[in-house]
């Protein structure tokens, strides 16, 4: 059974940080993107970051210079470190996996970040 475990997510202050983690498991094959969305009630989900098994990376222009996505592909896990935190990245966290163009989404994880 294929699944995405995300943790690391919860309340925060303005200008703190926060570490989200996602763990891939019962994937049969190689898994090409994971990254990471956002979704705020009443909007559309948002890119935050994606990386490829090949190490390439794409951040949303909200976050670039702010959070970093990095990839154990041993472990099959994905991270999200979060710095200078705004009350504007407040979401749900959906982390998102790809593999032969199929997506696979977990069930998300909340952040709020307080003024």
């Known amino acids: 059974q294929v699944q995405l475990v995300e943790s690391g997510g919860g309340l925060v202050q303005a200008g703190g940080s926060l570490r989200l983690s996602c763990a891939a498991s019962g994937f049969q094959s190689s898994i090409n993107r994971m990254g990471w969305y956002r979704q705020v009630p009443g909007k559309q989900r948002d890119l935050v970051a994606v990386?490829?098994?090949?190490?390439?990376?794409t951040y949303g222009d909200s976050v670039k210079g702010r959070f970093t996505i990095s990839r154990d592909n041993a472990k099959n896990t994905v991270y999200l470190q979060m710095n200078s935190l705004k009350p504007e990245d407040t979401a749900v966290y959906y982390c998102n996996a790809v593999v032969f163009f199929r997506d696979y989404w977990g069930k998300g994880t909340l952040v709020t970040v307080s003024s």
């Open positions: 990386t490829t098994n090949g190490g390439s990376t």
